[in-house]
T-cell receptor, first 114, second 113 residues
Framework: DAGITQSPRHKVTETGTPVTLRCHQTENHRYMYWYRQDPGHGLRLIHYSYGVKDTDKGEVSDGYSVSRSKTEDFLLTLESATSSQTSVYFC?????????????FGPGTRLLVL | GNSVTQMEGPVTLSEEAFLTINCTYTATGYPSLFWYVQYPGEGLQLLLKATKADDKGSNKGFEATYRKETTSFHLEKGSVQVSDSAVYFCALSGRAAGNKLTFGGGTRVLVKP
């Protein structure tokens, strides 16, 4: 257990509405990540953060933005949700140094966009 | 870029059977390799990892050896149990900035009593 929580755990929303997902960690990890999980695609990286206010894009960042104003919180925002963003979203942190880095995942948020 | 290919499932086995899930990768340099497991309704858990060539990761009876010459990291277990029913993901970290993970598509394993 890497002390990662995600909220909400389930959400149903309508196309065109904004949605914010929260990832909270308690162990002061520098790196945090947002992935989405879709059948047949495994997990794909949306955005990641390497410190407060320091973020970068991943493989599937279009339609998503992130913010990290505190070490412990990493927010993922869908500015205007679309049905293609229906997915399970996982947050992760990275532990370790010097080639031994390992990512640990939160419990996930299941998002349905109608 | 980096990529991971793993066998498609579902893989259906009887209890006590031998399990192999193939995973091959493409990466520049010397990636770290991982197997994650996702039990029904849960998040991903790290199962095992290897960080350099010829390393063997092991956990809960599962093993995988980092084979640089064949760019593979196949997962094996000698005698599966019903409780091993899950989706298994192979992943690599290219050690570039951000230590980002690249995942395979996942393999669903169903073990029947």
């Amino acid at each position: 257990d890497a002390g990662i929580t995600q909220s909400p755990r389930h959400k149903v929303t309508e196309t065109g509405t904004p949605v914010t997902l929260r990832c909270h960690q308690t162990e002061n990890h520098r790196y945090m990540y947002w992935y989405r999980q879709d059948p047949g695609h495994g997990l794909r990286l949306i955005h990641y953060s390497y410190g407060v206010k320091d973020t970068d894009k991943g493989e599937v960042s279009d339609g998503y933005s992130v913010s990290r104003s505190k070490t412990e919180d990493f927010l993922l925002t869908l500015e205007s949700a679309t049905s293609s963003q229906t997915s399970v979203y996982f947050c992760a942190i990275s532990e370790g140094l010097g080639g031994e880095e390992t990512q640990y995942f939160g419990p996930g948020t299941r998002l349905l966009v109608l | 870029g980096n990529s991971v290919t793993q066998m498609e499932g579902p893989v259906t086995l009887s209890e006590e059977a031998f399990l192999t899930i193939n995973c091959t990768y493409t990466a520049t340099g010397y990636p770290s390799l991982f197997w994650y497991v996702q039990y029904p309704g849960e998040g991903l858990q790290l199962l095992l990892k290897a960080t350099k060539a010829d390393d063997k990761g092991s956990n809960k009876g599962f093993e995988a050896t980092y084979r640089k010459e064949t760019t593979s990291f196949h997962l094996e277990k000698g005698s599966v149990q019903v409780s091993d029913s899950a989706v298994y993901f192979c992943a690599l970290s290219g050690r570039a900035a951000g230590n980002k993970l690249t995942f395979g598509g996942g393999t669903r394993v169903l073990v029947k009593p």
